[in-house]
């Protein structure tokens, strides 16, 4: 239906905000991974895995950097089940001298779970996968 197509665009979008938007303090950071980790299944939580056993977590926080995700589109495939998305951005590290901008781009595949308080699109995002995460550059804070 048109508003399955709605919703999971938004179960997509939600998720890149939870898991990549973060602000340098640890408990956020894991209240939003965790709440991220709710939309998705290993495939995600192996990758926040090894992202905070290569110290990247605890380096945003003892720097002071936040990291923002700006959505640029999301791309749904309804004719198929699993459905397959691909979502556009740009990610910002964002240090008190200088900001540097990354364009990601990510996969995943989406299947359908039972709704609830903390999933209310019945949608489960699996596969996933950065199929790009390209420097663009740095600039300098005014």
Not at 54 to 82: C, E, H
């Amino acid at each position: 239906s048109a508003t399955r197509d709605l919703e999971a665009m938004d179960h997509v979008t939600r998720f890149h905000e939870l898991f990549f938007n973060m602000a340098p303090n640890a408990a956020t950071i894991q209240q939003n991974v965790d709440r991220a980790l709710n939309l998705s299944d290993r495939s995600v939580y192996d990758y926040w895995s090894d992202l905070s056993e290569q110290g990247f977590y605890q380096r945003l926080v003892s720097a002071n950097i936040s990291q923002q995700f700006a959505l640029d589109s999301v791309k749904v495939d309804m004719k198929t089940y699993p459905y397959g998305a691909t979502t556009y951005g740009k990610l910002y590290l964002i240090r008190e001298s200088n900001i540097t901008a990354y364009d990601m781009v990510t996969s995943c595949r989406l299947v359908d779970v039972g709704r609830s308080k903390d999933n209310p699109h019945g949608l489960m995002l699996e596969q996933f996968r950065v199929e790009s995460n390209e420097k663009l550059g740095t600039r300098k804070r005014n």
